[in-house]
């Protein structure tokens, strides 16, 4: 379970662009969950993630893993245990290496690393295995450099390094945000199946509100720091597009 409790995040403190973002800020999910996060420019969803992954710091409050506060743990300790796929399908992933390099690299992440090679050929059919479950042909690819892939199957590539290893938290910054519409549709079905598949408790920001109904056991829609639309369950399913987008544009001219 993943808790913010009392969070104060400012921007700028003291100048004529401060910006009190969150204030007294507190959010619980719990495992299993796969929350759909929306809401306007500004409204603090990256912020959030940012701040989750230890990527930017609070200025007071905490964020607790299972009971145990995680506040202080710097960012590359908390991806120990938290996957994360950007919007830009460039980062997350090494353009100069293969994917069999790259999928080596995150299929040891949280180990230490010695002199030995880091690519173990006892893992390669394994990592066919999980390449061909993406249906994209990508499994006769291991020695391709990963940046002359295309977008959308370096995102495909990057979602499924994020979940190699066991993972506690998957999170997802727009991640179809930078992709054709085709290609969109892909990754959000093999998001869906990924989350569902490993059970992940998963956070998801997209500017996307049908996919933001549509996927999900939980939406939070955000404005000005604040969460102003918590639904999930049934309530969840029954909320539409059209509601959704209603509710959008009201918080819009506010």
């Known amino acids: 379970m993943l808790e913010i409790r009392e969070m104060y995040k400012t921007y700028n403190p003291g ?3 401060e910006l009190k973002l969150f204030q007294y800020f507190n959010l619980t999910v719990e495992d299993g969950q ?30 607790c893993v299972d009971g145990k506060s995680i506040r202080r743990q710097k960012n590359y300790q908390r ?14 992933t090494s353009p100069n290496l293969t994917m069999l390099e ?12 010695g ?11 394994f990592y066919r295995q999980e390449l061909a479950s993406l249906g994209l042909g990508l499994e006769d690819k291991l020695d391709i450099r990963m940046g002359s892939l ?7 590539v990057a979602l499924l390094m994020a979940t190699l290893t066991p993972l ?27 989350v569902r598949e490993k059970g992940l408790t998963a956070m998801m920001v997209t500017h996307n509100l049908r996919y933001a109904v549509e996927y999900g056991d939980r939406l939070l829609m955000l404005h000005q720091g604040k969460i ?8 969840k399913e029954a909320l539409s597009t059209e509601e959704l987008l209603q509710r959008f544009n009201q918080i819009s001219v506010l």
Do not use: W
């Open 102 to 113: 790259n999928l080596s690299l995150a299929d040891n992440k949280g180990k230490r690393f």
């Open 168 to 194: 506690k938290f998957l999170i997802l910054d727009e991640h179809t945000a930078a992709l054709d519409p085709k290609t969109a549709e892909t990754i959000m079905a093999l998001t869906g199946r990924l």
């Open 15 to 17: 100048t004529v662009t």
């Open 115 to 125: 002199l030995s090679r880091g690519v173990n050929h006892k893992r390669i059919d």
């Open 34 to 63: 796969f929350v759909s996060i929306v809401g306007s420019n500004g409204s603090g969803k990256t912020s959030l993630l940012n701040i989750i992954c230890g990527s930017i710091a609070m200025d007071s409050g905490d964020v």
């Open 79 to 92: 991806h120990e245990t938290i996957g994360r796929v950007y919007q830009n399908p460039a980062l997350g």
């Open 228 to 235: 102003v639309l918590d639904r999930a369950g049934q309530e």
């Open 150 to 156: 295309s977008g959308g199957q370096r995102q495909a």
